[in-house]
Structure formats: C-alpha cells, structure tokens
C-alpha cells in the first residue's frame, strides 16, 4: 500500500509548479508598496554605517528621525541643525564605537565625530 503511493509523493516534491511562487513575490511586492504607502516614517528612516577599530566589522545601524535626531542650534554654525549620537557594539568584538553626525536641516552631513570606529556612510533607508 505504502509503495503504491510513495512515486506519487516524490513527483509532487520534485516538480512543484512554479506559478505559485510567482503569485507570492508579485504579493510581497504590493504588500510593501501599500506599507510603504501607509506608513510616512518609514521614509523617516536613516541607516549609518561604520567600521570598528579592533576587528574592522563594518556595522550598520537603523537611525531614526523621531528617536534619534537631537535639535540642535550653533550660532557660529548656523547650517547645523540636527545632531545624532550613538554608541554602538558590533557583532565580532566588544568594542564601545561612539559615533557623533552633524547634520543640516535637509539631513546633509556636516561633519562627524567618531571613537574608535571610522564612519563609512550616512544613507536614507
Ligand atoms: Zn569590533
């Protein structure tokens, strides 16, 4: 009994039809355009990039403007209008990165100020 029904088995795993695998990234992709559509922050959102000092990990870390972006007035420097600060652990080591961003009102980067890490990359998600 066990036999007969056996090859049937192998023949559905091995030759699944592949339209419903179509069907499901064609799905994934309107689910994100409606998330996206629906959900203003996520445009918000920023990632930072740096390399640690003792291990050369590069680590990157999600920032957001509402969480992470202080308000910040420098009469001297006028252009700068948020700052972030972040300090970070990678994966590989314990090694306490601290990580400092100056940045203009339309989030272009000022200057930072790393410890013992190298900043990389300053990206909207
Ligand atoms: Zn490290």
Request: positive net charge; contains cysteine.
């Amino acid at each position: 009994m066990v036999e007969h029904e056996l090859p049937k088995l192998v023949a559905w795993v091995r030759f699944p039809s592949p339209a419903p695998f179509r069907l499901g990234k064609r799905m994934k992709a309107i689910l994100k355009t409606i998330k996206k559509f629906f959900k203003p922050e996520y445009k918000k959102a920023f990632l930072v990039t740096i390399k640690c000092h003792d291990c050369e990990e590069e680590v990157s870390v999600r920032i957001n403007r509402s969480a992470d972006f202080q308000l910040d007035y420098n009469p001297k420097n006028p252009k700068h209008f948020y700052t972030i600060k972040k300090e970070i652990i990678g994966k590989n080591c314990y090694n306490l990165m601290q990580l400092e961003i100056a940045l203009t009102k339309n989030t272009k980067v000022l200057y930072t100020n790393t410890k013992s890490c190298d900043f990389v990359k300053f990206d909207k998600e």
